[in-house]
């Protein structure tokens, strides 16, 4: 059974730095062709991608938000972590992360998710 | 970016009935497109991927079609519990990977 969890905190100030740690089982982020990603979700509205790592440490991201994320990973422990720069009150939105290419190696499609963790931006 | 269009916004439909919801893309993504279902407080769920595969333990009410830039996901006869939103997802030319910005099912 694949389970994933985001944690981190549930409030930031504007202009703080953003760290979520995404935990997950039942997958090995050592295994060709499989990677994990995060999408977050403003309150009411759509999902947007926001980045994702691979197996080999490959890394992609948002281009639209790529000067202030950073994605890591520590196989060892089966994290993933996601730093924001620079918040803002536009980022306040819930935050999952997914693997992809358990389907099929490296089909960006995310599934299962995590529950997500909802981040608000506020001072 | 390819943009990714989701009509309509929300779809009223009986239980029983049969729901087609689309979705455009700004340009082909061929086959390799996802459809996700969420429900109020809950994560969503991939239903299909490839544009016509269903996920495992999805029922086979839920049907995809479509190639290029024109997709349906169809769900024969609506039970309860799906109404939900439903987000489709380019995975073709990416990053971004893109999403749709959703259509709302609810109950007629």
């Known amino acids: 059974q694949i389970t994933l969890k985001e944690s981190g905190p549930t409030l930031v100030k504007p202009t703080q730095t953003l760290t979520l740690t995404c935990t997950f089982s039942?997958?090995?982020?050592?295994?060709?062709?499989?990677?994990v990603g995060w999408i977050r979700q403003p309150p009411g509205k759509a999902l947007e991608w926001l980045a994702l790592?691979?197996?080999?440490?490959?890394?992609r991201y948002s281009p639209s938000l790529r000067s202030r994320l950073t994605i890591t990973k520590d196989t060892s422990k089966n994290q993933v972590v996601l730093t924001v720069t620079n918040m803002d009150p536009v980022d306040t939105a819930t935050y999952y992360c997914?693997?992809?290419?358990?389907?099929?190696?490296?089909?960006?499609?995310?599934?299962?998710w995590g529950q997500g963790t909802l981040v608000t931006v506020s001072s | 970016e390819i943009v990714m269009t989701q009509s309509p916004a929300t779809l009223s439909v009986s239980p029983g009935e049969r729901a087609t919801l689309s979705c455009r893309a700004s340009?082909?993504?061929?086959?390799?497109l996802a459809w996700y279902q969420q429900k109020p407080g809950q994560a969503p769920r991939l239903l299909l991927y490839g544009a016509s595969t269903r996920a495992t333990g999805v029922p086979a009410r839920f049907s995809g079609s479509g190639s290029g830039t024109e997709f349906t996901l169809t769900i024969s006869s609506l039970q309860s519990e799906d109404f939900a939103v439903y987000y489709c997802?380019?995975?073709?030319?990416?990053?971004?990977?893109?999403f749709g910005q959703g259509t709302r099912l609810e109950i007629k």
């Open positions: 997914a693997p992809m290419g358990l389907l099929r190696s490296y089909l960006a499609v995310f599934d299962p």
């Open positions: 039942g997958f090995s982020l050592s295994t060709s062709g499989v990677g």
């Open positions: 997802q380019q995975n073709n030319n990416w990053p971004p990977i893109t």
């Open positions: 790592i691979y197996w080999d440490d490959d890394k």
């Open positions: 340009q082909s993504v061929r086959s390799n």
